[in-house]
């Protein structure tokens, strides 16, 4: 795909989930709740194996075992005003409107790296056991779902390493310092503020990424934005083992299944692309797990049935609706 149709194509991917929200916002709430308890109700005649696979993501993403009490100051809809946080706003906003709304909650837009005190709805939180309180829905969508098709072929990409981002962190920054001129890799800081350094780097954009046959995905104030749509491509991902995750379910990723895992420091980089290209099968064994994992995510009508048993599940848990 060329710069200026993959530009075209992503400004398409945000203005189809823009005018989602603005067609949903013209259907009256009471229809969207009557229809609510009628999707809700299908999910029992749905053969057992894929009532299992639901229950389970809905368990994964909230883990509140319930009765749980939301403070004083927690908002209900009628009281939620437009956040900063636009695209946050609208995709919560989106599955509320399926319930009464008087109900209320806790919600914290942004890179969540902490667990809440209260159970709160959150974009991200940390990978561990301890981690109840953060009740992941599928916030920002429009940031984290592009997910562009890939007309290359493992064997037709160049065989390097890529990675371009702005290093706001200093693991990026000891990564691009370390990297940026060896021979495997094309990696570079774009951010203005690294200008002048011999790591500094322009843009790639991801039809032009896509062209190489290892791209390193590196989390920044929380999860890595391009872990989706490297998954999702015929590329194989590098990677440390993930620290966050969100409603993709970073947690669940199985290295040398899913995506390579890289040592913390990346040492290990060179004998990695090493690897996997004297052993091409492997790579693209990967390459066809990570597509698959992907692929559960693809489904609306199947990702809007889950936030709503989600967000269920959490008025349940803190007594406002009555248990499943």
């Not at 837009?109 to 301890?130: W, Y």
């Not at 992907?294 to 349940?316: C, D, H, M, S, T």
Request: hydrophobic share 40%; proline share 6%; charged share 25%.
């Amino acid at each position: 795909m060329k710069p200026i149709a993959a530009k075209a194509h992503k400004n398409l991917h945000k203005a189809s989930v823009y005018a989602g929200h603005a067609a949903q916002r013209l259907i009256p709430a009471r229809w969207l709740q009557h229809r609510q308890r009628r999707l809700l109700r299908q999910v029992e005649a749905l053969p057992p194996a894929e009532q299992q696979a639901i229950w389970q993501r809905v368990h994964y993403y909230n883990r509140l075992t319930g009765p749980v009490a939301l403070p004083q100051d927690a908002l209900c809809l009628a009281h939620f005003q437009r956040e900063k946080s636009w695209s946050y706003y609208l995709d919560l906003v989106s599955l509320l409107r399926y319930f009464s709304p008087e109900l209320r909650f806790c919600h914290q837009f942004g890179d969540v790296r902490e667990v809440p005190e209260v159970p709160t709805l959150v974009k991200s939180r940390p990978i561990g056991e301890h981690n109840h309180n953060s009740v992941l829905l599928k916030l920002n969508r429009v940031r984290h779902y592009y997910l562009p098709g890939d007309p290359l072929s493992f064997e037709q990409k160049r065989p390097l390493a890529v990675w371009r981002g702005a290093c706001h962190q200093e693991h990026r920054r000891r990564f691009v310092r370390d990297f940026h001129d060896h021979p495997l890799c094309n990696v570079a800081d774009i951010h203005r503020n690294a200008a002048g350094n011999p790591w500094h780097g322009g843009f790639l954009s991801v039809s032009e990424q896509l062209h190489y046959r290892y791209i390193l995905s590196l989390e920044g104030k929380d999860v890595a934005t391009n872990l989706k749509w490297i998954m999702a491509s015929n590329s194989l991902c590098l990677m440390r083992r993930p620290r966050f995750e969100t409603w993709f379910m970073e947690g669940q990723l199985r290295p040398g299944h899913h995506y390579v895992q890289l040592e913390d420091d990346y040492s290990d980089l060179d004998d990695k692309i090493a690897y996997y290209e004297a052993n091409p099968e492997e790579a693209k064994a990967i390459i066809l797990q990570a597509n698959r994992y992907v692929a559960i995510f693809r489904n609306a009508e199947r990702e809007r049935l889950i936030g709503l048993l989600v967000l269920r599940k959490y008025f349940a848990d803190s007594g406002q609706l009555p248990a499943w």
